[in-house]
């Protein structure tokens, strides 16, 4: 039998009229040197950011502003074409030091909780795994959160987001720092179709670069350098070609 989510009330000031419907869920983490400061940050008025929720090390959830509400957690950013990324998503703070503390890992019992919740956001508001995202995806050149130690594989395991498994450990690179041509292209238009707010025009340019970066964050965590190797695309490919085949909006 499953249990309803036990939830801390600590109301934010800091929210406003929603004006999209729920359609992405953004996990973030704290990048604060605790639970307790990041709550009073999300909390004061002066700051001027918040979250819908606050997950602590221990598993304990926090509710700041309710789901009907505009929280301000995304900042500048973009995914599928919308940039207003604060009315159609749902904001999850996840208490972590993150690159500014070292980047501990995230305990057991925190991951638990958050998978709870989300399923539980997800069920209620029809978000897709696709649909979960990080802070880094949706703003590959400011964040870096939830991190490389955030287990990704775990959650899509328990249903939340989306992991392709990929069989080949080939890391050669397969275009040069000065490609310009329609194979670049074809990889900016796939992460385009996956969500990420890139251009195709053929240039291995500097945000192209941040992107791939996010991605490889995101999909393949043990090396990161914004560098388009065998393996980076045939992680691309794989999840271009399932959301094709099975995503719907």
Known sequence: MTHPLKLTSS????????????SLLVLHYTGMESGKAALAHMCGPAAKVSAHYMVEEDGQIFKLVDESRRAWHAGVSSWG???????????????????????????????????????????????SG???L???????????????????????DAGVGIWPEVKTKDQRLLFGENENDKNIAL???ALSFIGYDVLANGKMDAHTKCVIRAFQRRYRSEKIDGSLDVQTMEILTLLAHYKKKTYKK
């Open 11 to 22: 109301p934010s000031p800091n929210h406003d009229a929603r004006t999209l419907p729920i």
């Open 81 to 127: 074409g919308e940039t207003d990324i604060n009315s159609a998503s749902i904001g999850i703070e996840i208490v972590n030091g993150g690159h500014d503390y070292g980047l501990p890992h995230y305990p057991e019992a925190q991951i638990k909780s958050v998978i709870r919740l989300c399923r539980d956001i997800m069920g209620r508001n029809d978000i």
């Open 130 to 132: 696709f649909d979960v």
């Open 134 to 156: 990080a802070h880094s995806d949706i703003a590959p050149g400011r964040k870096q959160d939830p991190g490389e130690k955030f287990p990704w594989a775990k959650l899509a």
């Open 187 to 189: 990889l900016q238009a």
